[in-house]
């Protein structure tokens, strides 16, 4: 006897686990003044790929009896980092609203000092940060934030689900039902 298992609810701690990993990499890392280095980025994605995998996999053993098709696959990992994406927007309007309030101000003159460096015109320049300054408000950052953890995270889980899938043999299955 099969027992069913609802994919939302099973998968929320791995949720948790991915959000609070974030969490306090985000927190070390402001701590030391790399939030804005990229390749603090680039390490935190290789995090983030190797927690899915065995979250993913942990799903698979201990709920889906060692067996997960690639849809199964991706589906729990979208959901896994749909829970992170929710608290990691949290805790981004929390650190730029509460936390360092100039925060803000200080990605702001860090993206002016890149446009700077690529020789862009003043007045381009200019244009382009009276919009970044509109847009760098924390619910936007926060929700924006949102929509880029999904967006990744949808690529994440399939290129996961290529190696956590296990599929089961039909032949063996029918014989036992």
């Known amino acids: 006897m099969e027992r069913e298992t609802n994919v ?40 983030q790929v190797v927690l899915l995998y065995y979250l993913v996999k942990s799903y698979r053993d201990n709920y889906l009896n060692g067996y997960i098709t690639y849809g199964q696959a991706v589906g729990a990992g979208v959901i896994i980092l749909l829970y992170y994406a929710i608290i990691m927007a949290i805790f981004t309007y929390v650190l730029y609203a509460i936390i360092d ?44 934030s949102i929509f880029g953890n999904m967006l990744y995270g949808v690529i994440l889980s399939l290129i996961v689900a290529i190696f956590v899938r296990k599929e089961g043999n039909p032949l063996i299955e029918s014989t036992e039902q």
């Open 101 to 144: 309030t100039g925060l803000i101000d200080k990605q702001l003159a860090i993206t002016e000092e890149k446009l700077l460096d690529r020789g862009l015109p003043e007045a381009q320049i200019d244009a382009g940060m009276a919009v970044q300054a509109k847009i760098m408000k924390p619910p936007i950052v926060a929700l924006l």
């Open 8 to 47: 939302w609810k099973v998968n929320l701690n791995n949720g948790l686990v991915l959000g609070l990993a974030g969490i306090v990499y985000s927190l070390v890392m402001y701590f030391l003044d790399l939030s804005f280095n990229n390749l603090q980025g680039y390490i935190f994605l290789l995090v």
